[in-house]
C-alpha cells in the first residue's frame, strides 16, 4: 500500500528525473547481498532510459524491484505467479517488479535486457491506466520482448516456424488473460507474442504500435484498436503475419539448415530399415539352408593322401618307365632326352 503523501510527492516528480526518483530496489530477503543489489541499482538507470524510447512521458508512479537469489528462494505464495524459466516477473496493481538473479544472469543478454523487459510491463500498464488491465497478456510480453532487444526462454520465430506452416499456432484468443503452464507451450506463446509485436512494429512502428494499445479504453478492446491501426480486419491482420513468419522471416530455412543433419537422419531411417531387413533375410536363408545340410547329412569329408614313404620312390619310378613304354607301344615313338619326339 502506498501512503497519500508518497504517492503525491511521486506524482509531482518530473518524468525525466533519474531513475532513483522512481524506482528504489531491494533485497527480498538475507540471501541476496548488499553488492548484488548495488548491481541492479546500476542497471536501473540505463535500462528506464531504453523504456522511455518507447514512453518518454512515463513513469507517472514509483514502483520497486525485489531481487531474489534464483527461482527457488521465490516464497510459496509467489511461486504461481512465476512463469517457470523466466528471469522475473511484474505485479502490475503492487508496481512491483520481481527479479531472479541467478536465472537473470544465465541469459544471454544478462541484467538490463531483463529490467527492461519487467520495466516495459510496468510502464505499460501505467501508460493504458485506468484501462491497463484490458491489455491481452500476448500484448504485454510482446511488447516487452520487442523493447528489450531479448525474448524469454530462447523464444524466436524458428520455434513457432513448422506450426505456423501447418497452422497449429495458438489461438491469440486462448493467450489474453494467461500463459499455457507446459514448458513447450510456454515458450510457444512467448515466441508468438514476440513474433506478431515485432511484425507489427515494422508495419506501422512503435510509437503507433504504443498509441494503439493506449487508445484502449471500456468501450474499445485492443483488438478493435487494431483494426483502426491497420485498416485491416483482424483475421487479416493475423494471418498476413502468419504468411510473413512462413514465406517472409526465413524461419523455415533457418530450422531446416540448424537441423539439417538431424532431418537427414530422419530421412536415412526408411533405407536403414529396408537394409537392415535385406540382411536379417538373408541371414536366415543362410540358417536355413545350414540347418536343411545338417539334417540330411553332410557330404563326408575327402581322405587325407597318406604320407609318402622313402622305400615308395622307387615304386614311384618303376610306375613312371611303365607308362613310358606303354605310350611308346601306342605310338611308336620314343621321346629324345631334350624333350622332343625323334623321327
Not at 541467478?102 to 510496468?122: F, N, S
Not at 531479448?150 to 495458438?170: G, K
Not at 487479416?236 to 530455412?253: K, T
Not at 543433419?261 to 536403414?272: H, R
Request: glycine share 6%; aromatic share 6%; with cysteine.
Amino acid at each position: 500500500m502506498i501512503l497519500p503523501g508518497i504517492l503525491s510527492l511521486a506524482l509531482a516528480l518530473s518524468p525525466q528525473q533519474p531513475a532513483g526518483a522512481w524506482c528504489t530496489v531491494s533485497a527480498a530477503d538475507a540471501d541476496v547481498a548488499a553488492a548484488a543489489v548495488a548491481v541492479v541499482e546500476a542497471e536501473v538507470e540505463p535500462a528506464l532510459a531504453r523504456v522511455r524510447q518507447a514512453f518518454p512521458d512515463l513513469p507517472k508512479q514509483p514502483f520497486r524491484i525485489v531481487v531474489h537469489a534464483s527461482e527457488s528462494a521465490l516464497p510459496a505464495a509467489l511461486r504461481p505467479l512465476h512463469h517457470e524459466g523466466s528471469p522475473g516477473f511484474a505485479l502490475l496493481g503492487r508496481s512491483e517488479i520481481h527479479l531472479l538473479l541467478a536465472e537473470a544472469r544465465a541469459t544471454t543478454g544478462g541484467l538490463r535486457p531483463v529490467l527492461v523487459h519487467e520495466m516495459t510491463h510496468e510502464l505499460l500498464h501505467q501508460a493504458c491506466a485506468p484501462w491497463g488491465d484490458r491489455i491481452p497478456r500476448w500484448f504485454h510480453e510482446g511488447l516487452a520482448q520487442v523493447v528489450a532487444g531479448d525474448t524469454y526462454l530462447d523464444a524466436s520465430e524458428e520455434v513457432i516456424a513448422w506450426r505456423a506452416a501447418m497452422q497449429q499456432l495458438l489461438p491469440f484468443s486462448e493467450l489474453g488473460d494467461r500463459f499455457p503452464t507446459d514448458p513447450l507451450q510456454l515458450r510457444i506463446a512467448y515466441a508468438q507474442s514476440y513474433s506478431f509485436v515485432a511484425w507489427l512494429e515494422q508495419r506501422i512502428g512503435l510509437p503507433a504500435v504504443v498509441a494503439m494499445a493506449r487508445s484502449v479504453d471500456g468501450d474499445r478492446s485492443l483488438e478493435l484498436a487494431l483494426v483502426l491501426a491497420t485498416n485491416r480486419s483482424t483475421a487479416d491482420v493475423f494471418e498476413e503475419w502468419r504468411d510473413h513468419v512462413v514465406h517472409g522471416s526465413g524461419a523455415v530455412w533457418r530450422v531446416v539448415l540448424r537441423d539439417f543433419f538431424a532431418l537427414s537422419m530422419i530421412l536415412a531411417v526408411p533405407l536403414l530399415a529396408m537394409a537392415m531387413i535385406r540382411r536379417m533375410r538373408a541371414d536366415r536363408l543362410a540358417r536355413d539352408r545350414l540347418a536343411r545340410d545338417e539334417a540330411f547329412g553332410a557330404a563326408p569329408e575327402p581322405m587325407p593322401e597318406p604320407d609318402v614313404l622313402p622305400e615308395d620312390d622307387d615304386v614311384d619310378g618303376d610306375a613312371a618307365d611303365d607308362r613310358e613304354d606303354a605310350r611308346v607301344e601306342e605310338t611308336g615313338d620314343r621321346p629324345a632326352t631334350d624333350g622332343k619326339t625323334l623321327p
